[in-house]
């Protein structure tokens, strides 16, 4: 091989790696950000192939603003709601018999504040500290093998048309701030289990991914100081469609539903059971070659007699850290 080829094979390498770093930034930068409504969060790319000993860095800002439609036996009504929440997000990226793994852990700290009518009365409160923090764990069964570095570059390029298919568990901890008088509260003072699976196809520039959730909660055995309350599964379904324009520079769409969650207190129904319909516009910029930014935009309306309408317009940022 002659050294003017050799310099362009060079090249080439480095131009590869190059893209796949601000392509897998801009992947990443999704999952900083998710707007939570306790079990819903819609993000796309969380199955995205990931390099083995990657580590990404993250902060973001959302803004919420909503209506909010209470069980009528609790006799508020008008009810809205406006929040702004910061975020700590890391990820990493390893490998473990034989396949391609991630961690993610988030850190929300967050104000609210509610506004509405109480027994005829106009009534507000507000609340500021930490929310709960989130752990969640996946593993691409196929269409995803654990590589690094060059060997992954290589491996994206030559296959731009593939399907991986994931399993994953997020664990929501009750780290959140929580008055056991009040019945609004930035924590829940419960664990959420979720167990998920999804499958990514991307073709070219293409990508469709459809992400599957059931929550599982254990009991809040200080809700309104004495009274236990018990909350049934959810199921959550989202899809999204994302077109990357060059390295770094993408947008995706989003939908995602959910039916479920119905609470009871002492053993009695409050025959509150959830149900959202979600919607999503985001965009990702690349900063540099290790960094970039997400802005977006995530739309919620109900359709069951409880339940909330709200407005998220979230900014974040991330890093990738060298190994």
């Known amino acids: ?59 973001g800002y959302r803004y919420a603003t909503g209506d909010i439609s209470f069980d009528p036996t609790l006799e508020i009504e008008n009810a809205g709601f406006e929040q702004q929440d910061g975020v700590l997000s890391s990820v990493y990226a390893f490998e473990w018999l034989s396949k391609s793994m991630r961690v993610e852990a988030t850190l929300p700290y967050g104000y609210s504040n509610w506004e509405g009518v109480l027994s005829g009365v106009p009534a507000s409160t507000t609340r500021e500290g930490f929310r709960d923090a989130t752990v969640r764990v996946s593993m691409l069964l196929s269409g995803a093998p654990p590589l690094r570095g060059p060997e992954f570059a290589a491996w994206q390029a030559k296959n731009p048309i593939r399907t991986s298919t994931g399993i994953g568990l997020q664990v929501s901890a009750p780290t959140g701030e929580y008055l056991e008088e009040r019945l609004l509260n930035l924590g829940n003072n419960r664990w959420a289990i979720r167990p998920q699976a999804g499958i990514l196809h991307t073709h ?20 309104l100081v004495t009274r236990t309350q018990e909350t049934n599964p959810l199921l959550f379904v989202q899809a999204h469609v994302i077109r990357t324009f060059r390295p770094g520079l993408w947008a995706s769409l989003s939908w995602g539903g959910s039916t479920g969650q119905e609470s009871s207190i002492d053993g009695i ?45 979230l900014l974040a940022w991330s890093m990738m850290l060298d190994p």
């Not at 520039?205 to 200080?222: H, I, K, M, S, V």
């Open 204 to 223: 070219n520039r293409w990508q469709f991914e459809l992400t599957g959730t059931l929550a599982l909660y254990t009991d809040n055995d200080e809700f």
């Open 269 to 313: 129904s409050r025959k509150d059971e959830r149900g959202e319909n979600f919607w999503s516009v985001s965009f990702g910029f690349p900063i540099n070659r290790q960094q970039g930014v997400k802005i977006a935009w995530i739309g919620s309306r109900t359709h069951k007699p409880t339940g909330f309408d709200s407005d998220n317009f």
């Open 1 to 59: 091989m002659s050294l003017s080829h050799k310099r362009l094979v060079n090249l080439g390498r480095k131009c590869a790696i190059r893209s796949g770093v601000l392509l897998l930034v801009s992947c990443v930068l999704v999952t900083f950000m998710p707007t939570r409504a306790e079990a819903q969060d819609i993000e796309p790319r969380r199955w995205s192939h990931l390099p083995t000993g990657a580590i990404f860095i993250g902060a």
